[in-house]
């Protein structure tokens, strides 16, 4: 019964789209008779409803739709169930195109830890420029990238220390840049960011984290546990790359107060491995993985409505 209101709505809408007389039928509606009785024009028969939907792609789909049968203007016991799985895949659509951004950190990073593993202190830098064959979202060939991607869920608040003279930023998992206490920068580090191009030691805290907070740090407070961090170093001689590599290789990741574990490098070739998202047929089970819905993950009502809804 909760769902009965949704489907009325959808099925007042088919009734209005559904014409009263024969689409085929060149026939006008005689006029009433002297004594009261309406008469009506023939009926084109019926369509069956889960029939003509599966028949009918593209636009000839929602005609169907339209024209699926009412009794008494209600809906048919079958044309509740079609409107009810039109709802559920119209929903499901919507709930998929809300979610791209984090499908698509989602797909980077298992692309990545598929080929170098998985860690904090794992950040594969390119040590060339990238190019039409890079499988990764919108890279560009101007600048040297490092990706790494961190659980705060595991590690607690983490530490990035960057050199100087780099353009990156701190994503939460929705590619929303991770606001900066003071409230004057979001997710910038580096030339945009609160260091200036100078480079500095950046804290990076969990969704709803009430800890002590040292000072010496700019503090990133993250709306999810899976944080993105997104670097690039610029060159100056396209020919001459090892600079710029060298400067990225400088980063170091760890958990605050741990600051001995090692880094590992790697070095992503331009058909290193796949890191972009949709790769399967059936993206469902990625969205609803509990390792990605953190406490600040979903945070738009109605999408969160959608996703949610049996």
């Not at 636009?59 to 016991?77: G, M, V």
């Not at 499901?92 to 791209?100: F, G, I, K, P, R």
């Not at 659980?151 to 100087?164: K, R």
Request: charged share 20%.
């Amino acid at each position: 019964m909760k769902h009965l209101p949704a489907i009325f709505i959808l099925a007042v809408l088919a009734a209005a789209c559904n014409p009263a007389d024969d689409a085929g039928s060149n026939q006008t509606p005689r006029p009433a008779q002297e004594t009261g009785k309406e008469q009506t024009s023939p009926q084109a028969p019926e369509p069956e409803a889960t029939d003509s939907l599966a028949a009918s792609p593209g636009a000839d789909r929602f005609e169907a739709l339209a024209s699926i049968p009412f009794e008494e203007n209600r809906p048919t016991t079958e044309t509740a169930k079609t409107l009810k799985e039109e709802l559920l895949f119209q929903r499901a659509t919507q709930t998929y195109l809300w979610a791209m951004p984090l499908i698509n950190t989602m797909g980077m990073k298992v692309g990545s830890e598929e080929k170098f593993g998985g860690g904090y202190n794992v950040l594969p830098i390119w040590k060339k420029r990238l190019d039409a064959k890079t499988l990764v979202t919108t890279p560009n060939s101007d600048v040297i990238y490092a990706m790494g991607y961190v659980d705060l869920g595991e590690t607690g608040p983490l530490v990035y220390e960057a050199p100087p003279m780099l353009q990156s930023i701190l994503l939460d998992f929705w590619q929303r840049p991770i606001p900066v206490d003071g409230g004057d920068y979001f997710g910038d580090i580096g030339f945009f960011g609160p260091d200036q191009g100078k480079g500095g030691k950046f804290l990076i805290l969990p969704p709803g984290y009430d800890g002590e907070v040292p000072d010496g740090y700019y503090v990133y407070r993250s709306g999810t546990n899976n944080v993105f961090i997104f670097l690039r170093s610029f060159f100056k001689d396209p020919k001459d790359l090892a600079p710029a590599v060298e400067l990225l290789e400088q980063s170091k990741i760890y958990p605050l107060g741990k600051r001995t574990v090692p880094s590992r490098w790697n070095s992503p070739t331009d058909r290193a491995n796949r890191s972009i998202c949709c790769r399967a047929a059936t993206p469902a089970p990625s969205i609803n993985s509990s390792t990605w819905w953190t406490p600040r993950a979903a945070t738009w009502p109605a999408p969160t409505g959608w996703a949610c809804w049996r």
